[in-house]
C-alpha cells in the first residue's frame, strides 16, 4: 500500500525547493512524486481515509506553490514543467473528489484559482492562433486533466462554483471548449496516423464532455441573478446546430467507421448539441440583451461577428434533421436511436421557445418588423413565419404527407401573435398577399381534434388580432368574413368535455370574441344568434355556462366581460351615415332578447361583487347592468340579480377574501380585519354590498374613481324609473343613508366632486 504521507512530505519539500532553483531533475521528481500521490488517490476504498488524513496537511499550499513556480516565467508550462504540472493537477483533482472538506482547502489556499488561469491561458492561446489544429496531444492531455480537476472541485459545492462564477470560468469553458470541439468537425480531420487522429479526438469528445458539464454545474446555482454568459458568447453555441442541417457527409467518408472512437464522436456531437439548444434557449428567456442581438443579428450578421445566429436558428428548427450516422452506422440500437430522437425533438422545443422569446420582446417589434419592402410586408422574418403557417395547411392536405410539422405551427403563430399587437402589422397580415384570417379561422386549427399546442398558438395570435379590430375596420371586416366566431362557437371549445384543457385555450378563445364583439354588432349576433343547422348551442350560452363551471377566475372574469361587449353592442346606437337594414334590425332584437336573462344579470351581479380590487371591473359590471335595466324587461331582472345572496365558493378568489356575516344587514356590510398592511378587504353578501362599498371609497382595497361612483348613481337612478316601488325599496333602504352622508360632505365640492354630488341629488329626488 502506499505510503501517501510520506508522498505527502516530499511534495511539500520539493515545493519548497523549486520555488529557490529550477533544476529540470527536480521538476522530475515532482512530476514522479506526485503521479504516485495522484494515483493512490483516485479510491477512496481500503483501511485509511487518506484523503481526510491529507486534508490536514500543508498538500494544498504545496499544490499552490509548485503550480505558482512553474508558471511563474510562462502562463503555459513547457517540457519538464509541463507534465509536472498535469500530475500536480491530477492531485488536485483526486485530493478533493467528493470531498467538501477538501475542496474548501484547495480554494482557501487559491489553487482553484490557478488551475484556472491555465483555462485561460491556453483559451487565450487558441484565439491567437484561430486554430484548433495548434494543440499537441500532450497540451489535450492537459486541458482535459485541467478541466476535470474543476469539475471535481465544484460538483454540488457552492461555494467553490460562486467563486469560479466570479473569476467567469464558465465563459473561459464555454469559449476554449467550443473550439477544441465541434460537432461533425472530426468529419473533415487532417491525414495522420490512425492512432493518433484517434487519441486526439478522443481526448477532443472527452475536453467537450467534461467541459460542458462544468459548464452546466456553475449555472446551477442557488443565485438566479448569476449570469455567466453574455451576447458575445452567442456565436460559440451556433457551430453545434449546423451540424445538423443538411446536407450530410456520407457515413462511407468518416473515418473509423464502427470503431469505438466513432461511436463516442457521433454521440458527443449529440450530447454538445442538446447543451447548445438547451442554452440558447435559457439565455433567451433570463437575458434581455439576448433577445435584442439576436433579433438585430437577423438582419446585421455583423452584429455576431459574421455568425447569423437567429438564421440558423430558424435553419435548425425548419430543416434540421437526424444525420444518417444515426441509423446508417450501427452507433445505436433501436432504443438509443429512439431516445436520441426524442432528445433531437426536445433541442427543437427549445429553439422554438427562443424563436418565440424574441419575437416576444417588445424592443423587437420594430426590428423584426421591416418594411422596407413593399412587396413582402413585414420583411424576411415575418414572411418566413407566414411561410410556415402556410405550408403547414398545405402539409395538412397533402395526404402523402403522414403528419405536418406542429413545432412550425406553434412558433409561427406565436411570433406572428407577439409582432401583430400594432393595428398596422396586424392588417398587414390579414390583407394580400398573406390574407391569414381564413387560414387561421380554418377547422384545420379550430376543431376538438386540434393538438392543444396548436390550438393554443393559433388562438393567442387570433385574439391579438382581434385586439387590434377596435383601430381597424380591414381587421373587423377580415376576421368577420373568416367566419372565426362561428368556428369558435361550433369547436366545441368552451364545452364541458373541453374543461381538461389548459385554461389559457379556453382564455385565448373568450379573448378573441370579447374584442370582436367590441367593435362590430355582427360579431355580436354571431355570438348570440345560435344557428338552426347546427346542434350546438350559441356561444355566449357556452360561455356563460364554461363561466359557472369553472374555477378558473379568470376564465370568470373574462367570460363575463364577453357579456359586457355583448350588451354594449347591441344597446348601441346604429351609425348615423349606416342604414339599418331589416335583417340588421332583427338580428339585434332577437339576440337582445336572448341577452335578456337571469343569467345574464347574474353574472354581472357576480363580477361586480367579486373585483373589488379592480375598479375597471367594477364600472363594466356597473355600466352593463345599468344598460340592461334600461330595457324595460331588465330592471327586475338586475334587482334580483343585485340582492342575490353570494355564497362562499362564488365569492373566494385570489382577488379578494371574502366570509359571510349573518349579523351583518345590507347597509352594513362586514369586514375582515386586516392579517397583514393590505387595506380592509370587504365581504360583500351580495352584489348590493359592492355598490355600498364603491360608493362609500374608505378603507377599500382600492379607490375608485369619481366616475364610477357617478355610475353607481346612474344605476340606481336606472333602476327607479324601470321598477315598480314596491320592489326598489329594499334598494333604498340599502343605499339612502350612505347617499345622504355622502351628498352632506360634499356640499361645497366642486369638479369631479360636484359631479358626483349632482348625480347622487337626482337619485335621492327621485326616492323623494
Same mark, same amino acid.
Given at each position: 500500500?502506499?505510503?501517501?504521507?510520506?508522498?505527502?512530505?516530499? &511534495?511539500?519539500?520539493?515545493?519548497?525547493?523549486?520555488?529557490?532553483?529550477?533544476?529540470?531533475?527536480?521538476?522530475?521528481?515532482?512530476?514522479?512524486?506526485?503521479?504516485?500521490?495522484?494515483?493512490?488517490?483516485?479510491?477512496?476504498?481500503?483501511?485509511?481515509?487518506?484523503?481526510?488524513?491529507?486534508?490536514?496537511?500543508?498538500?494544498?499550499?504545496? !499544490?499552490?506553490?509548485?503550480?505558482?513556480?512553474?508558471?511563474?516565467?510562462?502562463?503555459?508550462?513547457?517540457?519538464?514543467?509541463?507534465?509536472?504540472?498535469?500530475?500536480?493537477?491530477?492531485?488536485?483533482?483526486?485530493?478533493?473528489?467528493?470531498?467538501?472538506?477538501?475542496?474548501? @482547502?484547495?480554494?482557501?489556499?487559491? $489553487?482553484?484559482? &490557478?488551475?484556472?488561469?491555465?483555462?485561460? *491561458?491556453?483559451?487565450?492561446?487558441?484565439?491567437?492562433?484561430?486554430?484548433?489544429?495548434?494543440?499537441?496531444?500532450?497540451?489535450?492531455?492537459?486541458?482535459?486533466?485541467?478541466?476535470?480537476?474543476?469539475?471535481?472541485?465544484?460538483?454540488?459545492?457552492?461555494?467553490?462554483?460562486?467563486?469560479?462564477?466570479?473569476?467567469?470560468?464558465?465563459?473561459?469553458?464555454?469559449?476554449?471548449?467550443?473550439?477544441?470541439?465541434?460537432?461533425?468537425?472530426?468529419?473533415?480531420?487532417?491525414?495522420?496516423?490512425?492512432?493518433?487522429?484517434?487519441?486526439?479526438?478522443?481526448?477532443?469528445?472527452?475536453?467537450?464532455?467534461?467541459?460542458?458539464?462544468?459548464?452546466?454545474?456553475?449555472?446551477?446555482?442557488?443565485?438566479?441573478?448569476?449570469?455567466?454568459?453574455? $451576447?458575445?458568447?452567442?456565436?460559440?453555441?451556433?457551430?453545434?446546430?449546423?451540424?445538423?442541417?443538411?446536407?450530410?457527409?456520407?457515413?462511407? %467518408?468518416?473515418?473509423?467507421?464502427?470503431?469505438?472512437?466513432?461511436?463516442?464522436?457521433?454521440?458527443?456531437?449529440?450530447?454538445?448539441?442538446?447543451?447548445?439548444?438547451?442554452?440558447?434557449?435559457?439565455?433567451?428567456?433570463?437575458?434581455?440583451?439576448?433577445?435584442?442581438?439576436?433579433?438585430?443579428?437577423?438582419?446585421?450578421?455583423?452584429?455576431?461577428?459574421?455568425?447569423?445566429?437567429?438564421?440558423?436558428?430558424?435553419?435548425?428548427?425548419?430543416?434540421?434533421?437526424?444525420?444518417?450516422?444515426?441509423?446508417?452506422?450501427?452507433?445505436?440500437?433501436?432504443?438509443?436511436?429512439?431516445?436520441?430522437?426524442?432528445?433531437?425533438?426536445?433541442?427543437?422545443?427549445?429553439?422554438?421557445?427562443?424563436?418565440?422569446?424574441?419575437?416576444?420582446?417588445?424592443?423587437?417589434?420594430?426590428?423584426?418588423?421591416?418594411?422596407?419592402?413593399?412587396?413582402?410586408?413585414?420583411?424576411?422574418? !415575418?414572411?418566413?413565419?407566414?411561410?410556415?403557417?402556410?405550408?403547414?395547411?398545405?402539409?395538412?392536405?397533402?395526404?402523402?404527407?403522414?403528419?405536418?410539422?406542429?413545432?412550425?405551427?406553434?412558433?409561427?403563430?406565436?411570433?406572428?401573435?407577439?409582432?401583430?399587437?400594432?393595428?398596422?402589422?396586424?392588417?398587414?397580415?390579414?390583407?394580400?398577399?398573406?390574407?391569414?384570417?381564413?387560414?387561421?379561422?380554418?377547422?384545420?386549427?379550430?376543431?376538438?381534434?386540434?393538438?392543444?399546442?396548436?390550438?393554443?398558438?393559433?388562438?393567442?395570435?387570433?385574439?391579438?388580432?382581434?385586439?387590434?379590430?377596435?383601430?381597424?375596420?380591414?381587421?373587423?371586416?377580415?376576421?368577420?368574413?373568416?367566419?372565426?366566431?362561428?368556428?369558435?362557437?361550433?369547436?366545441?371549445?368552451?364545452?364541458?368535455?373541453?374543461?381538461?384543457?389548459?385554461?389559457?385555450?379556453?382564455?385565448?378563445? &373568450?379573448?378573441?370574441?370579447?374584442?370582436? /364583439?367590441?367593435?362590430?354588432?355582427?360579431?355580436?349576433?354571431?355570438?348570440?344568434?345560435?344557428?338552426?343547422?347546427?346542434?350546438?348551442?350559441?356561444?355566449?350560452?357556452?360561455?356563460?355556462?364554461?363561466?359557472?363551471?369553472?374555477?378558473?377566475?379568470?376564465?370568470?372574469?373574462?367570460?363575463?366581460?364577453?357579456?359586457?361587449?355583448?350588451?354594449?353592442?347591441?344597446?348601441?346606437?346604429?351609425?348615423? %351615415?349606416?342604414?339599418?337594414?331589416?335583417?340588421?334590425?332583427?338580428?339585434?332584437?332577437?339576440?337582445?332578447?336572448?341577452?335578456?336573462?337571469?343569467?345574464?344579470?347574474? *353574472?354581472?351581479?357576480?363580477?361586480?361583487?367579486?373585483?373589488?380590487?379592480?375598479?375597471?371591473?367594477?364600472?363594466?359590471? !356597473?355600466?352593463?347592468?345599468?344598460?340592461?335595466?334600461?330595457?324595460?324587461?331588465?330592471?327586475?331582472?338586475?334587482?334580483?340579480?343585485?340582492?342575490?345572496?353570494?355564497?362562499?365558493?362564488?365569492?373566494?378568489?385570489?382577488?379578494?377574501?371574502?366570509?359571510?356575516?349573518?349579523?351583518?344587514?345590507?347597509?352594513?356590510?362586514?369586514?375582515?380585519?386586516?392579517?397583514?398592511?393590505?387595506?380592509?378587504? @370587504?365581504?360583500?353578501?351580495?352584489?348590493?354590498?359592492?355598490?355600498?362599498?364603491?360608493?362609500?371609497?374608505?378603507?377599500?382595497?382600492?379607490?375608485?374613481?369619481?366616475?364610477?361612483?357617478?355610475?353607481? /348613481?346612474?344605476?340606481?337612478?336606472?333602476?327607479?324609473?324601470?321598477?315598480?316601488?314596491?320592489?326598489?325599496?329594499?334598494?333604498?333602504?340599502?343605499?339612502?343613508?350612505?347617499?345622504?352622508?355622502?351628498?352632506?360632505?360634499?356640499?361645497?365640492?366642486?369638479?369631479?366632486?360636484?359631479?358626483?354630488?349632482?348625480?347622487?341629488?337626482?337619485?335621492?329626488?327621485?326616492?323623494?
Amino acid at each position: 500500500m502506499t505510503d501517501v504521507s510520506t508522498l505527502e512530505r516530499t &511534495i511539500h519539500d520539493l515545493s519548497s525547493k523549486t520555488a529557490q532553483q529550477d533544476d529540470e531533475h527536480l521538476w522530475r521528481q515532482v512530476q514522479a512524486t506526485s503521479e504516485a500521490l495522484a494515483n493512490a488517490l483516485r479510491s477512496r476504498e481500503g483501511p485509511v481515509d487518506n484523503h481526510t488524513l491529507l486534508g490536514q496537511t500543508a498538500l494544498p499550499q504545496s !499544490i499552490k506553490l509548485l503550480l505558482t513556480t512553474a508558471l511563474r516565467d510562462t502562463p503555459i508550462p513547457t517540457d519538464v514543467k509541463a507534465t509536472a504540472v498535469l500530475e500536480i493537477i491530477r492531485v488536485a483533482a483526486n485530493f478533493c473528489i467528493d470531498d467538501n472538506e477538501n475542496r474548501s @482547502h484547495l480554494l482557501e489556499a487559491g $489553487v482553484i484559482q &490557478i488551475v484556472l488561469l491555465l483555462l485561460e *491561458a491556453y483559451n487565450e492561446k487558441i484565439l491567437r492562433y484561430d486554430s484548433q489544429t495548434q494543440l499537441t496531444l500532450f497540451e489535450l492531455r492537459l486541458i482535459r486533466t485541467t478541466l476535470g480537476a474543476l469539475l471535481n472541485a465544484s460538483l454540488d459545492y457552492d461555494e467553490v462554483k460562486n467563486r469560479l462564477n466570479s473569476l467567469e470560468a464558465g465563459q473561459t469553458t464555454l469559449r476554449l471548449v467550443a473550439q477544441i470541439y465541434t460537432p461533425g468537425s472530426w468529419t473533415r480531420i487532417a491525414k495522420g496516423s490512425p492512432q493518433t487522429v484517434e487519441e486526439e479526438w478522443s481526448l477532443r469528445s472527452t475536453i467537450s464532455s467534461w467541459g460542458w458539464r462544468l459548464v452546466s454545474e456553475l449555472r446551477n446555482v442557488k443565485d438566479e441573478a448569476v449570469q455567466m454568459f453574455s $451576447v458575445d458568447d452567442l456565436p460559440l453555441l451556433i457551430p453545434p446546430l449546423m451540424a445538423f442541417i443538411p446536407p450530410f457527409e456520407s457515413p462511407a %467518408n468518416y473515418f473509423f467507421v464502427g470503431s469505438p472512437t466513432f461511436t463516442t464522436l457521433v454521440k458527443s456531437d449529440s450530447d454538445v448539441l442538446e447543451d447548445a439548444c438547451t442554452l440558447i434557449e435559457s439565455l433567451s428567456l433570463d437575458v434581455e440583451d439576448i433577445r435584442i442581438t439576436l433579433a438585430r443579428g437577423y438582419f446585421f450578421p455583423s452584429e455576431h461577428s459574421g455568425v447569423p445566429c437567429l438564421s440558423t436558428i430558424l435553419d435548425f428548427v425548419e430543416l434540421g434533421d437526424y444525420p444518417p450516422t444515426w441509423t446508417d452506422s450501427g452507433v445505436f440500437d433501436d432504443s438509443e436511436r429512439e431516445r436520441k430522437e426524442k432528445s433531437f425533438g426536445m433541442c427543437k422545443a427549445a429553439l422554438v421557445k427562443a424563436v418565440v422569446e424574441v419575437a416576444g420582446e417588445e424592443k423587437n417589434s420594430e426590428v423584426l418588423w421591416d418594411d422596407s419592402n413593399s412587396g413582402q410586408p413585414g420583411g424576411r422574418f !415575418i414572411s418566413r413565419m407566414v411561410g410556415w403557417i402556410k405550408s403547414y395547411v398545405a402539409q395538412a392536405s397533402d395526404k402523402t404527407v403522414h403528419r405536418p410539422r406542429d413545432d412550425l405551427i406553434i412558433a409561427a403563430s406565436l411570433s406572428l401573435g407577439n409582432l401583430s399587437r400594432r393595428s398596422s402589422s396586424a392588417t398587414a397580415l390579414l390583407v394580400s398577399p398573406y390574407s391569414l384570417a381564413p387560414v387561421l379561422a380554418s377547422p384545420l386549427f379550430l376543431s376538438p381534434d386540434t393538438d392543444l399546442k396548436v390550438k393554443h398558438a393559433v388562438l393567442g395570435f387570433l385574439k391579438n388580432l382581434a385586439q387590434s379590430a377596435s383601430l381597424s375596420p380591414v381587421i373587423s371586416k377580415a376576421l368577420g368574413d373568416s367566419g372565426v366566431v362561428r368556428q369558435l362557437r361550433e369547436s366545441g371549445i368552451w364545452d364541458e368535455r373541453s374543461d381538461r384543457m389548459a385554461d389559457v385555450v379556453q382564455l385565448n378563445a &373568450i379573448g378573441v370574441v370579447k374584442h370582436l /364583439c367590441s367593435v362590430d354588432v355582427e360579431h355580436t349576433f354571431a355570438l348570440t344568434i345560435p344557428t338552426f343547422s347546427s346542434s350546438a348551442s350559441s356561444g355566449l350560452e357556452q360561455i356563460l355556462a364554461l363561466v359557472k363551471r369553472t374555477d378558473s377566475i379568470p376564465v370568470k372574469s373574462e367570460g363575463t366581460r364577453v357579456l359586457v361587449n355583448v350588451i354594449r353592442s347591441l344597446w348601441a346606437v346604429e351609425p348615423s %351615415n349606416q342604414p339599418l337594414s331589416q335583417e340588421r334590425q332583427r338580428n339585434r332584437e332577437i339576440a337582445t332578447q336572448l341577452v335578456l336573462t337571469q343569467d345574464s344579470a347574474d *353574472a354581472l351581479a357576480t363580477l361586480l361583487a367579486c373585483s373589488g380590487r379592480y375598479p375597471v371591473l367594477i364600472n363594466e359590471s !356597473i355600466l352593463a347592468l345599468t344598460l340592461l335595466s334600461m330595457h324595460s324587461d331588465g330592471g327586475q331582472l338586475v334587482l334580483k340579480a343585485l340582492s342575490k345572496p353570494m355564497t362562499p365558493e362564488v365569492v373566494q378568489s385570489p382577488m379578494e377574501s371574502f366570509a359571510t356575516s349573518p349579523t351583518s344587514d345590507v347597509s352594513s356590510p362586514a369586514i375582515i380585519p386586516p392579517t397583514s398592511a393590505r387595506p380592509k378587504l @370587504h365581504v360583500p353578501r351580495h352584489a348590493l354590498d359592492m355598490l355600498v362599498f364603491v360608493l362609500r371609497n374608505v378603507d377599500n382595497p382600492a379607490n375608485y374613481p369619481q366616475e364610477v361612483r357617478v355610475n353607481v /348613481c346612474s344605476l340606481l337612478l336606472q333602476l327607479t324609473k324601470h321598477t315598480p316601488e314596491d320592489d326598489i325599496t329594499r334598494i333604498k333602504e340599502a343605499m339612502r343613508s350612505t347617499l345622504e352622508k355622502l351628498m352632506n360632505r360634499l356640499q361645497l365640492a366642486t369638479g369631479k366632486d360636484e359631479m358626483l354630488r349632482n348625480s347622487i341629488q337626482k337619485v335621492l329626488s327621485a326616492w323623494a
